[in-house]
Nanobody, 124 residues
Framework: QVQLVESGGGLVQAGGSLRLSCAASGRTFSSRAMGWFRQAPGKEREFVAALSWSGDTTYYADSVKGRFTISRDNAKNTVYLQMNSLKPEDTAVYYC?????????????????WGKGTLVTVSS
């Protein structure tokens, strides 16, 4: 079993930055692919960013490419999402997710564990 706890959300003005963190429990973190997803009010949960177990392979949604960066620190069992140049349309609850494999996935059904989410609000 893996437990994921997100932090770092909050209120920020458009153009600002936030860094989300996701702390994972367990000794298998370094062998798991990880991802970030988000869900805006009234919308379905959508893919944001993902990376492989080593961090060498990353993938981003077109809507955040060039603005967001996903990374991981396996020594700290933590994955990060650095968000720059934030826009009001980035407002959502952001969820961290983990897979039982080393290879990344960009679909919600491909993830095996989920955190409870952290709210990001971007004001215009």
């Amino acid at each position: 079993q893996v437990q994921l706890v997100e932090s770092g959300g909050g209120l920020v003005q458009a153009g600002g930055s936030l860094r989300l963190s996701c702390a994972a429990s367990g000794r298998t973190f370094s062998s798991r692919a990880m991802g970030w997803f988000r869900q805006a009010p009234g919308k379905e949960r959508e893919f944001v960013a993902a990376l492989s177990w080593s961090g060498d392979t990353t993938y981003y949604a077109d809507s955040v490419k060039g603005r967001f960066t996903i990374s991981r620190d396996n020594a700290k069992n933590t994955v990060y999402l650095q968000m720059n140049s934030l826009k009001p349309e980035d407002t959502a609850v952001y969820y961290c997710a983990a897979r039982n494999t080393r290879h990344l996935s960009i679909i919600t059904s491909g993830m095996d564990y989920w955190g409870k989410g952290t709210l990001v609000t971007v004001s215009s």
